[in-house]
């Protein structure tokens, strides 16, 4: 019938689109965010943030936080897919004398990436002087004691179905979570997660964060995780201004097909991000018509980076952004993108 003739010859039409097309097309039907959702999402988040502050403030006023903050890719337009989560930055206030940071390649755990901060100066400053000597565990700040803090009083003190009616949202704890998330229902189909972050900015600027080293979970409890994610974020922005790159671009479409793509779900925005740096310091045609070919060269650079089983971080090369994978998770990552060079379209089924 007229229907099937219509399909085939859209078919083939389809087919001749090149790569290029076929990238640009997916871009905007599948990755990029419509505005408007974005902005009821940020809303939602933003919402949430104003009544943990109240109640942080109110039930909590000596603790030593500074403002806490939104952040994340849907706040720097590099989310894809759905406006679907946010992190909620809660920055703890350390006193200086007290604390010291330890980078975790100088600690038996050798692993760069990674910091302890350790508790000083006890004997003048018996515990206690320091409202965080709470979550001390063994000498050092625990990541993991900060975050019961947070989940006994989030998960456990604030009454989020009144919050959430007033609000008009569906507000629950995820349980269980990693870190601690809020789960927020705030249209009929729309949920979005907003993920409590603590985070320690130390004297020298190094940001370090409450989020758990995904392996050894026991060996590992004490270490804080450095984030990049806001030097690195900048870095891509800049290049792309200087002249007017497709980097973004390319970062939001290999976000979205590892997003789409289970067996790919594995690989983070921080490894992309800095895959691509690395990238940039080779290849110097961003353009927009380059998109395709500097698409293939980041793949088949991950193919490489998996199979020495390091990506090295460009802000920080001694860390090894593929240090949290198990070998076998590296294997098969690299099986399907390896495989995935040959028919990059199919990356881009929905
Ligand atoms: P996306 O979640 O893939 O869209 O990527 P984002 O760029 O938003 O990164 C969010 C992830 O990075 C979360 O898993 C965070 O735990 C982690 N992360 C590490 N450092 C930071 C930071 O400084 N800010 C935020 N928002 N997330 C960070």
Same mark, same amino acid.
């Given at each position: 019938?007229?229907?099937?003739?219509?399909?085939?010859?859209?078919?083939?039409?389809?087919?001749?689109?090149?790569?290029?097309?076929?990238?640009?097309?997916?871009?905007?039907?599948?990755?990029?965010?419509?505005?408007?959702?974005?902005?009821?999402?940020?809303?939602?988040?933003?919402?949430?943030?104003?009544?943990?502050?109240?109640?942080?403030?109110?039930?909590?006023?000596?603790?030593?936080?500074?403002?806490?903050?939104?952040?994340?890719?849907l706040y720097d337009d590099?989310?894809?897919?759905?406006?679907?989560?946010?992190?909620?930055?809660?920055?703890?206030?350390?006193?200086?004398?007290?604390?010291?940071?330890?980078?975790?390649?100088?600690?038996?755990?050798?692993?760069?990436?990674?910091?302890?901060?350790?508790?000083?100066?006890?004997?003048?400053?018996?515990?206690?002087?320091?409202?965080?000597?709470?979550?001390?565990?063994?000498?050092?700040?625990?990541?993991?004691?900060?975050?019961?803090?947070?989940?006994?009083?989030?998960?456990?003190?604030?009454?989020?179905?009144?919050?959430?009616?007033?609000?008009?949202?569906?507000?629950?704890?995820?349980?269980?979570?990693?870190?601690?998330?809020?789960?927020?229902?705030?249209?009929? +189909? =729309?949920? /979005?997660?907003?993920?409590?972050?603590?985070?320690?900015?130390? %004297?020298? !600027?190094?940001? #370090?964060? &409450?989020?758990?080293?995904?392996?050894?979970?026991?060996?590992?409890?004490?270490?804080?995780?450095?984030?990049?994610?806001?030097?690195?974020?900048?870095?891509?922005?800049?290049?792309?201004?200087?002249?007017?790159?497709?980097?973004?671009?390319?970062?939001?479409?290999?976000?979205?097909?590892?997003?789409?793509?289970?067996?790919?779900?594995?690989?983070?925005?921080?490894?992309?991000t800095n895959a691509i740096?690395?990238?940039?310091?080779?290849?110097?045609?961003?353009?927009?018509?380059?998109?395709? +070919? =500097?698409? /293939?060269?980041?793949?088949?650079?991950?193919?490489?980076?998996? %199979?020495? !089983?390091?990506? #090295?971080? &460009?802000?920080?090369?001694?860390?090894?952004?593929?240090?949290?994978?198990?070998?076998?998770?590296?294997?098969?990552?690299?099986?399907?993108?390896?495989?995935?060079?040959?028919?990059?379209?199919?990356?881009?089924?929905?």
């Open positions: 019938g007229g229907s099937g003739a219509t399909q085939s010859h859209l078919q083939r039409a389809r087919m001749r689109l090149s790569l290029q097309e076929h990238l640009w097309e997916f871009y905007q039907n599948n990755v990029n965010i419509p505005t408007e959702e974005q902005a009821v999402a940020r809303r939602a988040a933003l919402d949430i943030c104003a009544e943990l502050r109240v109640f942080l403030h109110a039930k909590l006023p000596d603790m030593p936080l500074r403002e806490m903050y939104l952040s994340g890719s590099l989310q894809v897919v759905t406006a679907d989560h946010a992190q909620l930055m809660v920055p703890l206030i350390l006193e200086k004398n007290l604390w010291s940071s330890i980078p975790g390649e100088d600690t038996i755990m050798n692993v760069p990436g990674f910091w302890l901060v350790r508790r000083e100066n006890l004997e003048y400053f018996p515990r206690s002087s320091s409202y965080w000597d709470r979550c001390m565990v063994g000498g050092y700040l625990s990541p993991k004691s900060v975050l019961e803090v947070f989940d006994k009083l989030v998960a456990g003190s604030i009454n989020w179905p009144a919050i959430g009616s007033v609000l008009d949202y569906i507000i629950r704890p995820v349980v269980p979570s990693e870190t601690l998330t809020l789960e927020v229902q705030y249209e009929t +189909d =729309r949920k /979005l997660n907003v993920d409590f972050l603590p985070l320690l900015v130390m %004297e020298d !600027g190094t940001s #370090l964060i &409450a989020k758990p080293h995904r392996l050894a979970a026991e060996r590992h409890g004490n270490l804080w995780r450095q984030s990049f994610r806001v030097a690195e974020t900048a870095r891509l922005r800049a290049l792309d201004q200087e002249d007017g790159g497709c980097r973004c671009a390319c970062l939001k479409l290999t976000k979205a097909v590892c997003k789409i793509n289970p067996a790919l779900n594995r690989l983070n925005a921080s490894q992309l740096l690395l990238l940039c310091a080779k290849e110097g045609d961003w353009t927009q018509e380059a998109l395709a +070919d =500097r698409f /293939l060269q980041l793949l088949r650079a991950l193919v490489g980076h998996l %199979e020495s !089983g390091r990506l #090295l971080c &460009a802000l920080s090369p001694k860390v090894n952004l593929f240090c949290e994978l198990t070998e076998q998770e590296v294997d098969e990552l690299g099986y399907t993108l390896y495989c995935a060079l040959s028919d990059p379209e199919e990356l881009l089924r929905t």
